[in-house]
């Protein structure tokens, strides 16, 4: 039996020959947890904002109403940026939660630096990517254990539309951005194993991010 295809243009769920349409620049497919969420427009595209609420000091997801993910393919739009008054450690933190389980904070996600893309600081630079494990393999606990196996260089710009693709395998994640035909990161230990759970809009702290297209392949 052929399996049917997740799209999601400009932040609208299709469950194609399944389920109705969602409007395209709506927030209501999503669960906002530890963000604010709002449709607008930003560098010519429909998109929905993500924010962080002012009292939170953390950052946060918007979860996909009614999807769940095992293996495949995620591919999104994306253009993070530190927000106004941020600290000056904020780097633009986005990404892709995937795998959300039934406690939203335990899932996987690769997400991107924007301001370490062009960084004076080579060091820095080599941060321009990361892949974590909520909550037990934060950024932290991954760089100070095994120092450069789980993030990486690319090019890259604040508040600049960048599209990523991620591609999930069992236990093995890819990333691939900029439609480069070679991935920046390479993670073969998901640290929940080979499970299943929802997609998620992500962001760090002192983060303002944009998202406009979110498509999702099924293996």
């Not at 000091?57 to 106004?84: H, R």
Request: glycine share 10%; with cysteine; net charge positive.
């Amino acid at each position: 039996m052929r399996r049917a295809r997740v799209v999601a243009p400009l932040l609208s769920w299709v469950l194609l020959a399944a389920a109705p349409a969602v409007p395209l620049d709506s927030a209501r497919a999503y669960n906002p947890l530890s963000v604010r969420i709002e449709a607008t427009e930003y560098r010519g595209r429909k998109a929905l904002r993500v924010v962080e609420p002012a009292v939170n000091q953390g950052g946060g997801i918007a979860l996909a109403n009614g999807v769940t993910f095992a293996s495949g393919t995620i591919e999104a739009d994306l253009a993070g940026a530190p927000a106004p008054g941020a600290e000056a450690g904020s780097r633009g933190f986005i990404g892709i939660a995937f795998r959300v389980q039934a406690d939203p904070q335990r899932y996987e996600c690769f997400y991107l630096r924007p301001t370490n893309g062009r960084a004076d600081d080579q060091l820095r630079r080599n941060h321009a990517t990361q892949y974590i494990s909520e909550p037990e393999f934060p950024w932290q606990r991954l760089r100070k254990e095994q120092p450069g196996v789980y993030e990486s260089y690319v090019d890259l710009e604040p508040g600049v539309w960048t599209h990523i693709r991620i591609v999930v395998d069992g236990t093995r994640a890819r990333l691939y951005v900029h439609d480069a035909p070679q991935p920046v990161l390479i993670v073969n230990d998901l640290k929940l194993g080979d499970t299943q759970g929802g997609i998620a809009l992500w962001i760090g702290q002192g983060t303002e991010a944009y998202f406009s297209s979110l498509k999702i392949t099924p293996k």
